[in-house]
């Protein structure tokens, strides 16, 4: 497609539930990022995959936490057994490799109620 | 780890005025770039500087990445409400195997019209 793709755009849980978020990047970028984006602030690096290399896991804040990218496309994050405080605006972005600047999806709110 | 800090957290000013908005760390970076979010969206990508001492314009904003590659101001003349949004730095290490960048806290600006 012609931008970053993410769904749902909202997602409320009830805590303790699991959700998968989902990522659709520009078709042809190798690289793909998740952040997490809490209320005001600024973006908390996840986890980043580059083509067939194993990603880079050291931003996931537990084990709750996983993605999963299929070759160069479609990328999940998924919670499990969701807290209050995974509240937050989850934002997927793509670049070629070695490119400027990355393309951000408009993100997945997410509310754990 | 690279740390970016952006100061001022908020900034709320009146439509006409000029502002100035920093970027500073105590790592070398070897580009820095700015992005602009807007309430729902993702960040979207204003410019990338990647010369020590570079300045660049885009329109009414002035961009200047430090003589020693460790800081970057943004500055705005005659702000205008369309200006609001998050301003966020983000940079890439010289050691960086990847596209990976480490994003600032952000700055949260606010034009009055």
């Known amino acids: 497609g012609a931008g970053v793709s993410q769904s749902p755009s909202n997602k409320v849980t009830e805590k303790g539930k699991d959700v998968e978020l989902r990522c659709d990047p520009i078709s042809g970028h190798t690289a793909l990022y998740w952040y997490r984006q809490r209320l005001g602030q600024g973006l908390e690096f996840l986890i980043y995959?580059?083509?067939?290399?194993?990603?880079?896991k050291s931003g996931l804040p537990s084990d709750r936490f996983s993605a999963e990218r299929t070759g160069e496309s479609v990328s999940t994050l998924t919670i499990q057994r969701t807290q209050q405080e995974d509240s937050a605006v989850y934002l997927c972005?793509?670049?070629?490799?070695?490119?400027?600047?990355?393309?951000f999806g408009s993100g997945t709110r997410l509310t754990v109620v | 780890t690279q740390l970016l800090e952006q100061s001022p957290q908020f900034l709320s000013i009146q439509e006409g005025e000029n502002l100035t908005v920093y970027c500073n760390s105590s790592?070398?970076?070897?580009?820095l770039q700015w992005y602009r979010q807007e309430p729902g969206e993702g960040p979207v990508l204003l410019v990338t500087v990647v010369t020590g001492g570079e300045v660049k314009k885009l329109k009414r904003l002035t961009f200047q990445f430090g003589d020693a590659r460790k800081d970057s101001s943004l500055h705005i003349t005659a702000a205008q409400p369309g200006d609001t949004g998050l301003y966020l730095c983000?940079?890439?290490?010289?050691?960086?195997?990847?596209?990976?960048?480490?994003f600032g806290g952000g700055t949260r600006l606010m034009v009055k019209p």
């Open positions: 995959f580059q083509g067939n290399s194993a990603p880079d």
């Open positions: 790592s070398v970076f070897s580009s």
């Open positions: 983000a940079g890439r290490a010289w050691e960086n195997a990847g596209n990976m960048l480490t």
């Open positions: 972005a793509s670049s070629f490799m070695g490119a400027n600047g990355y393309t």
